[in-house]
């Protein structure tokens, strides 16, 4: 939601006025697909990572105002939580040595705004949901001094009507109420973005769809809340839950949540964000003065502002992305499965593995999501969730006996989508070298059944043993999570437990 959002009351009349330009903004978004207005395809992919502010304590920070004044850099921008701060890297072709030029960038970037933070009692820390985070942390006060965040959460907690209530059960309950949007920004993650033509882009949107579970199986890295262990990805259930402006009432009745996995495989973009507007009810009516159908009588493009806005505030898990660059309109499939973390390395190496299986999965002749029910792909989602590298999985059968089993994620990594992972890169024209570099952290990682929630999890255990209370535990576990980030070495090289002193 990168728009420029002023404050404000709204009556009636803008959202009538809203609704009504939406539907332009969609028949606008149909004629430039018809009349194949879009950009060729030029394999871009681009990355943001959502980063926490804690200090050497281990605690959260409430300073990004201060410590982005400090980094004044445009790669660096405010999220919704005081303790939130958010990298841009630039869009990159996917091809050569790129991963290796990615990996370096952002080590430089975040060395840099690490040492910055310090000079404010903070640093950078790269993970799921910080452990330390306390329900006092997440209020509405500490939210980011940015209007947009103010009138999102006016509009969303207005919507609701009464306070958003969490509760998530796992190896441990959470049960908790807010006033605001704020435990939203508990959640930071990792979006993936990848330039498509319209041609592709519900083969991409469907593959990326299918492997969202072995993402979140392979990535996890969000285990505690508020001092609970919950699932080993909690930013999903949390995140639907924050934003849910469903009283229990429409929940009953079905109303579709605004964080929202799907419930269809897809033909055409235009199919996802016809939903935007069939299901989901403007939160931000904030009208532009551009006439997007006059815009394209005239021969222009239209920015489809609306439209946009709009699209910013459904939660998709890949959601679709219209957006222009240099007067070209063009899509993108931007993937928010990923926690941060734990390392660059760690970042790179999902990013290696998502898109070489993208591209692979959706070259493929028979593909996997004519083969795989959705229903299948939702509950694999929430196994994942629930269960991270010991998850298992619904996946279609080999050979053309048809139907689903269940296997072990890590087997169905290793045995069938690495090699699917590292042809997709091969059609990238990436250097082996990168390829066998960033899916061996991958494959490593399966093989030991490890990552970066299995790591926070054994760690604070070990913790516990050593006769520390709860939240003694969780500090100790989030300082050592951050030497071993700083460090650098890939998660499934980290020793459990703490150094002997």
Partial sequence: MGEKVVAGAFDLSDRQAYRKKLSQCLEGLERLLSEERFDRPRNLMGLEIELNLAGSDGMPRMRNAEVLQRIASRDFQTELGMFNLEVNILPHRLSGRVFDQLAEELRTGLAYAHRKAAEVDAGIMMIGILPTLGRHDVVSANLSDVDRYTLLNDQMAAARGE???????????????????????????????????????????????????????????????????????????????????????????????????????????????????????????????????????????????????????????????????????????????????????????????YYGLVRALADEPRPVWTRLPFEAAAENFDAACRHGIDAELLWPRPGRSGGVAKVPAVQLVRDELLPLAAAGLDAWNIEPVDRDRYLGVIEERCRLRVNGASWQVDTYHRALEAGLEREAALAATTRRYGELMQAGEPVHTWPVGFPAP
């Fill in 163 to 353: 306070d958003f209530a969490l509760d998530i059960e796992g190896v441990e309950r959470l049960v908790a109420t807010s006033a605001s949007i704020a435990p939203e920004s508990a959640c930071t993650s990792v979006q993936l973005h990848l330039q498509v033509t319209p041609a592709r882009f519900a083969d991409v949107w469907n593959a990326a769809q299918a492997i969202a579970s072995v993402q979140i199986a392979l990535g996890a890295n969000a285990p505690f809340l508020f001092g609970k262990e919950l699932w080993r990805e909690s930013r999903p259930p949390l995140f639907l839950q924050a934003t849910d402006v469903r009283p229990p009432e429409l929940t009953n009745q079905g109303v579709r949540p605004r964080t929202w996995f799907g419930e269809r495989w897809i033909s055409s973009a235009h199919e996802l964000f016809e939903e935007n507007l069939r299901y989901f009810p403007p939160l931000l009516p904030i009208c532009d003065d551009e006439e997007p159908l006059r815009v394209l009588d005239e021969g222009g493009v239209p920015t489809l502002a609306e439209l946009v806005l709009h699209n910013g505030t459904v939660y998709r898990w890949n959601r679709p992305v219209y957006g222009l660059a240099d007067g070209i309109p063009h899509l993108r499939v931007e993937n928010r499965v990923l926690p941060a973390g734990p390392t660059v390395t760690d970042v790179i190496a999902n990013a290696a593995f």
